[in-house]
């Protein structure tokens, strides 16, 4: 099942309206969670993603991309070889959805 489908069905399922994450802020968390899971444990990722979504829920998406960048920056550990914003694992050119557990 791909993302698209996955995100239809998932809201569905969820209670209440609810838009799917936009590509930016899909980026932003998926960014945030990979922080989190190099910068403490792995099972903190979607921990992270969680509180991060509570938080900001109320935020129009834009807002919800940008203050969730501001997030990975403030969070983010000096010197990890790579730049805030793409998704991507340092050495991988894969984003992270695409790669194999």
């Known amino acids: ?29 998926l960014d945030l969670a990979r922080v989190a899971a190099h910068t403490s444990e792995r099972w903190a990722a979607p921990i992270t993603t ?4 509570v938080a900001y829920a109320t935020n129009e998406p834009a807002e919800r991309a940008r203050t ?15 730049e805030p914003g793409d998704g991507r694992e340092p050495g ?3 984003p992270q959805g695409d790669r194999p557990s």
């Open 92 to 94: 991988d050119g894969r």
């Open 50 to 53: 969680f509180l991060a979504g």
């Open 1 to 29: 099942m791909g993302p698209e489908a996955w995100f239809a069905r998932l809201t569905a399922a969820l209670p209440g309206e609810m838009a799917v994450p936009t590509g930016e802020e899909r980026a932003a968390l």
């Open 68 to 82: 969730l960048r501001a997030l990975v920056g403030q969070l983010e550990e000096p010197g990890d070889g790579r």
